[in-house]
């Protein structure tokens, strides 16, 4: 029977993809496996180079722009952004979607001044914010584009003078975008890009003006930039498996086949959230994720707990439903590689509870 896998992340991974790497791994053929080769040898150099041209024709970026696969995760970035582009003299700004762009502004206060331009905390984070007017002399502005926990997304992304950063670790390439508006793309891989260990970064030259040497070096784009992501150790495995997972989005038809492909299963999935007498989204319908449907129940349910729906689903092979602690309720997750039949399959489910208990 199968699984259907709605995790938030790490989470699901294309079964030819778990396929390929599986046969990387165990496979002697090339002489080593794929995970016990050097990262200064050529072979390991060229799974490297792959992955970033991918990531640049993904994304269609202009020339100015360098990709980087760097460690330490979407986290990493919350402090490596404002060391990189922010001074003590000198505000950034965030529009404050819930917690990760909360704790990339804290981070971003041990380097300068950080400050929520726009926040939607008073109503639990379930809408995006709309027209902030920054500030000219900014440093840059923040947003999170897509809310993992709250399933809010940016359908239109903020135009600003100053450089854009974007914390994409939720919804990188799940849909076509001008990456070129951006300063800054970053995103963890475990999401929408891979298994975790890795974090792609897309920058753009013209906006690292510190001075080369003037912060540790590890943390100096500037560094990965000179070396082409290989100056320290990178994560050899994680990256790989970003490389196939970029190869498998560009054979199946690349973004604008994946952005139809997640709105067909997130409109099927909201459809009947609405029509279940039940269930209510949280967030706006104009906010709504492509990648991460928020709900709960309706106020009236209360002779079943959330736990019970959980486990109706978990006994129909549907898993990594529970929503996460500060909105409580059901978090359905679906990323590029869910197939539509999975959300079938909890629409169906969400039916037949509620016959069963509405
Ligand atoms: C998952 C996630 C992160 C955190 O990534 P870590 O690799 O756990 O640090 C950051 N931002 C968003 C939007 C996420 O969904």
């Given at each position: 029977m199968a699984i259907h896998n709605f995790y938030a992340g790490p989470s699901i991974i294309d079964a030819s993809i778990l396929e390929t790497a599986s046969n990387a791994i165990r496979s002697r053929e090339d002489l080593l496996?794929?995970?016990?080769?050097?990262?200064?040898?050529v072979r390991f150099g060229e799974i490297m180079e792959e992955a970033r041209s991918l990531v640049r024709e993904l994304a269609q970026l202009d020339d100015d722009f360098e990709v980087l696969f760097l460690q330490g995760g979407g986290r990493q970035q919350f402090f490596q952004v404002p060391?990189?582009?922010?001074?003590?003299?000198?505000?950034?700004?965030?529009?404050?979607?819930?917690?990760?762009?909360?704790?990339?502004?804290?981070?971003?206060?041990?380097?300068?001044?950080?400050?929520?331009?726009?926040?939607?905390?008073?109503t639990n984070f379930n809408f995006i914010p709309k027209s902030a007017p920054v500030p000219e002399n900014a440093a840059y502005l923040h947003i999170t584009t897509n809310n993992t926990i709250y399933g809010t997304q940016f359908h239109d992304i903020p135009s600003v003078d100053a450089p854009l950063v974007?914390?994409?670790?939720?919804?990188?390439?799940?849909?076509?975008?001008?990456?070129?508006?951006?300063?800054?793309?970053?995103?963890?891989?475990?999401?929408n890009a891979g298994t975790a260990g890795a974090t792609i970064v897309m920058v753009r030259k013209s906006i690292l003006k510190k001075a080369p040497g003037s912060i540790p070096t590890m943390v100096d784009y500037?560094?990965?930039?000179?070396?082409?992501?290989l100056y320290n150790t990178p994560p050899t495995f994680a990256v790989y498996m970003s490389l196939l997972t970029l190869r498998?989005?560009?054979?199946?038809?690349?973004?604008?086949?994946?952005?139809?492909?997640?709105e067909a299963k997130s409109n099927a999935i909201y459809a009947e959230i609405d029509r279940n007498s039940m269930f209510v989204g949280h967030a706006l319908k104009e906010d709504r994720s492509i990648m991460n449907a928020v709900f709960t129940f309706t106020p009236e349910v209360n002779q079943v707990r959330e736990n019970d729906f959980v486990a109706f689903c978990?006994?129909?092979?549907?898993?990594?439903?529970?929503?996460?602690?500060?909105?409580?309720?059901?978090r359905a997750s679906m990323y590029n590689a869910l197939p539509l039949e999975s959300v079938n399959a909890l629409v169906d489910t969400m039916q037949d509870f509620e016959k069963q208990f509405g």
């Open positions: 496996s794929v995970i016990e080769i050097s990262h200064r040898s060391f990189n582009l922010l001074n003590f003299n000198q505000v950034a700004y965030y529009i404050n979607t819930g917690s990760w762009a909360k704790q990339a502004m804290h981070e971003a206060s041990f380097f300068g001044k950080a400050e929520a331009i726009a926040s939607s905390e008073s974007a914390d994409m670790s939720s919804d990188i390439f799940c849909r076509p975008l001008d990456y070129n508006r951006f300063g800054l793309v970053y995103a963890a891989t475990q999401k500037q560094t990965h930039i000179k070396k082409q992501s498998w989005l560009k054979a199946s038809g690349g973004l604008s086949h994946f952005v139809q492909h997640n978990e006994a129909r092979n549907i898993i990594g439903l529970k929503g996460h602690s500060s909105v409580g309720g059901f």
